[in-house]
């Protein structure tokens, strides 16, 4: 299983929006609705943000959202706030007969 | 609340072993899988593989079939993660995650350096 394609880095000013991509194939992003998105700060834990495509953990901002189109799942952090800048990893579901969990590479979000 | 906290850092010597613990608590230690994913300095998140602490059973990724190990003492609400025949690539952070859904890990731990040097 190959790991999901996201870009290196993504930046936006403070109170604007943007979006980060995680590109699979039909076996794993395109075949399922349970893709998440973690948050790491450096030095910190990843953090969970987005479940299920497009679900929020209780006590996650609403200015993060989550969405699918076809095999790419989309990570939008709407009106910027500098301590959004961190790394953020997607990961995938991919089958109950595949047990292997795949992240993607990462992107380095930059608050301008 | 719920909280997985790991032991503390170490330092290896090539070929040895290292295990790290994962104590969980705040909810029911055998309902949910733990995982274990590493993080090498600047690079991305890495997973090793599953353990479910009721059965016993586990799922290890290929990378690591053979030099990994994933147990669990229910008594305690801990699980280990044992790592041998250290090589310096294996210089990492490592992380246990629960696994909350069928693919999304949450809460994770705080983490445990292993540093593999002679």
């Known amino acids: 299983q190959s790991a999901l394609t996201q870009p290196p880095s993504a930046s936006g000013s403070p109170g604007q929006s943007v979006t980060i991509s995680c590109t699979g194939t039909?076996?794993?992003?395109?075949?399922?609705?349970?893709v998440s998105w973690y948050q790491q700060h450096p030095g910190k834990a990843p953090k969970l943000m987005i479940y299920e495509v497009s679900k929020r953990p209780s006590g996650v901002p609403d200015r993060f959202s989550g969405s699918k189109s076809g095999n790419t799942a989309s990570l939008t952090v709407s009106g910027l706030q500098a301590e959004d800048e961190a790394d953020y990893y997607c990961s995938s579901y991919a089958g109950s007969n595949n047990f292997d969990v795949v992240f993607g590479g990462g992107t380095k979000l930059t608050v301008l | 609340q719920v909280q997985l906290v790991q032991s503390g850092a170490e330092v290896k010597k090539p070929g040895a072993s290292v295990k790290v613990s994962c104590k969980a608590s705040?909810?029911?230690?055998?309902?949910?899988?733990i995982n274990w994913v590493r993080q090498a300095t600047g690079q991305g998140l890495e997973w090793m593989g599953w353990m479910n602490p009721n059965s016993g059973n586990t799922g290890y990724a290929q990378k690591f079939q053979g030099r990994v190990t994933m147990t669990r003492n229910t008594s305690i609400s801990t699980a280990y993660m044992e790592l041998s025949s250290l090589r310096s690539e294996d210089t990492a952070v490592y992380y246990c995650a629960r696994m909350s859904g069928p693919n999304w890990f949450d809460p994770w731990g705080q983490g445990t350096l292993v540093t593999v040097s002679s």
């Open positions: 705040g909810y029911t230690f055998t309902s949910y899988d």
């Open positions: 039909s076996s794993d992003v395109g075949g399922y609705n349970y």
